[in-house]
T-cell receptor, first 116, second 110 residues
Framework: GAVVSQHPSWVICKSGTSVKIECRSL??????MFWYRQFPKQSLMLMAT?????????EQGVEKDKFLINHASLTLSTLTVTSAHPEDSSFYIC????????????FGPGTRLTVL | GENVEQHPSTLSVQEGDSAVIKCTYS??????FPWYKQELGKRPQLIID?????GEKKDQRIAVTLNKTAKHFSLHITETQPEDSAVYFC?????????FGDGTTLTVKP
């Protein structure tokens, strides 16, 4: 089946620093990737839709200047959390849509971000 | 936008019993309804899905039903086992974009 990887799996950083998370589709090309954030004991909340070669579409309430998304190739999307603060600590999960398949998404393993 | 409601938020059953989780959605454009199982600290795992042109689908102990008119769909797990304990999420998907329910924490007591 389709495999999506994420790197790093966990990261601890100081408040004010920026953190980059990578999402890769390993064995298929993904024109569309999605970034979700999940707080403890809560559901997955869609942050943005990342389209290869174009600007990402952000959900209401998500600051595009704080969460920078780049989808430069058909297999890689990156999320950069700029000037991270403790309230940004969360589980970030990406997913990739397999082109041609009936809307199925394949999730990455997630990245646990802790901002001190 | 799409709004998905999921009930119950917690469900405790005895091993061997059945478990039912229900979801409703608001956007008639949604046409794909996956169900995910998520264990603590891990990614959601697709366990079953149903498309809008199908009313029911079954895979061993797991089944899903969809009522497009009423905009609701349900997950049925029969003969539950302790390893079924996890958080289950429903989702409504339109053009690849999924909106998730709030999740149901299922506990299966041995």
């Amino acid at each position: 089946g389709a495999v999506v990887s994420q790197h790093p799996s966990w990261v601890i950083c100081k408040s004010g620093t920026s953190v980059k998370i990578e999402c890769r589709s390993l064995d298929f090309q993904a024109t569309t990737m999605f970034w979700y954030r999940q707080f403890p004991k809560q559901s997955l909340m869609l942050m943005a839709t990342s389209n290869e070669g174009s600007k990402a579409t952000y959900e209401q309430g998500v600051e595009k200047d704080k969460f920078l998304i780049n989808h430069a190739s058909l297999t890689l999307s990156t999320l950069t959390v700029t000037s991270a603060h403790p309230e940004d600590s969360s589980f970030y999960i990406c997913s990739a849509r397999l082109a041609g398949l009936y809307n199925e998404q394949f999730f990455g393993p997630g990245t646990r971000l802790t901002v001190l | 936008g799409e709004n998905v409601e999921q009930h119950p938020s917690t469900l405790s059953v005895q091993e061997g019993d059945s478990a039912v989780i229900k979801c409703t959605y608001s956007d008639s454009a949604s046409n794909y309804f996956p169900w995910y199982k998520q264990e603590l600290g891990k990614r959601p795992q697709l366990i079953i899905d149903i498309r809008s042109n199908v009313g029911e689908k079954k895979d061993q102990r797991i089944a899903v039903t969809l009522n497009k008119t009423a905009k609701h769909f349900s997950l049925h797990i029969t003969e539950t086992q302790p390893e079924d304990s996890a958080v289950y999420f429903c989702a409504a998907n339109d053009a690849g974009k999924s909106t998730f329910g709030d999740g149901t924490t299922l506990t299966v007591k041995p």
